[in-house]
């Protein structure tokens, strides 16, 4: 007898030592699980919005803190441009008829103030059509202007050379109610920062197109002002 529950007692032991260690295992692959799934469901806190201070079509003096309270986007653009800032323009208006709320707006900067004054920001509002008073249209110092993109971390081209000083990136950033920018994760967990406003031929997002059919990074940013707007 005292063999056989020496037996038992080894038995146990044995079982022990690899049972303990699976659960240990499952629990951590379930906590990888959960981890990344409310990484996927959340927004990363990019940095502070850089305080700016400018000029909208109204005339009037706009700054980061009178957007404080509001989730709202941040595009640089200019009204002349021919190419990539009405279709930027375009899905701006369309994130503004889909979300339809006082507590969201749009900050486009113009880089190009010698042209874009109030009053030429003003019929440029009118001719997109857009409604909200929160979507402002702003000008000012082009210098100004060069300091705030590079605070913002998105491209806009050298002011002093000339074929470059209206170049521009198509990103734009997502700004919370606090002053935050923030943005969701990609598939491999790493936050992607910034979205883009361009269309693309393919729904993936991979290749820009003026006519692109596809504006995945749209979807994206009306999912994502939707989460901010009920925190």
Request: proline residues 5%; charged residues 25%; aromatic residues 10%.
């Amino acid at each position: 007898m005292p063999k056989l529950r020496n037996s038992y007692r080894s038995e146990a032991k044995f079982k022990s030592q690899i049972i303990i260690p699976l659960m240990v295992l499952v629990l951590i692959f379930l906590s990888i699980g959960v981890g990344i799934g409310y990484f996927q469901k959340s927004l990363f806190t990019v940095m502070k919005v850089p305080p700016f201070q400018l000029t909208d079509q109204n005339n009037r003096k706009i700054s980061n803190k009178d957007m404080l309270g509001k989730v709202y986007l941040v595009e640089f653009f200019y009204s002349r441009c021919p190419t990539i800032c009405p279709v930027m323009n375009s899905n701006m208006k369309y994130i503004e008829e889909t979300i339809d709320s006082p507590n969201f707006g749009i900050i486009s900067i113009s880089i190009d103030p010698t042209n874009d004054t109030p009053e030429i920001l003003k019929k440029h509002a009118r001719m997109l059509g857009a409604k909200s008073t929160n979507w402002h249209f702003l000008t000012g110092e082009r210098e100004y202007i060069n300091q705030l993109a590079d605070q913002f971390n998105i491209y806009v081209g050298d002011s002093e050379d000339k074929s470059e000083s209206l170049n521009h990136s198509g990103m734009i950033a997502l700004v919370d109610k606090k002053g935050n920018l923030r943005s969701r994760f990609d598939e491999n967990n790493s936050p992607i920062l910034y979205y883009s406003g361009l269309n693309y031929d393919d729904p993936e997002g991979k290749m820009t197109s003026l006519k692109g059919k596809y504006h995945p990074d749209r979807e994206k940013l009306i999912e994502d002002i939707r989460k901010l707007l009920k925190q």
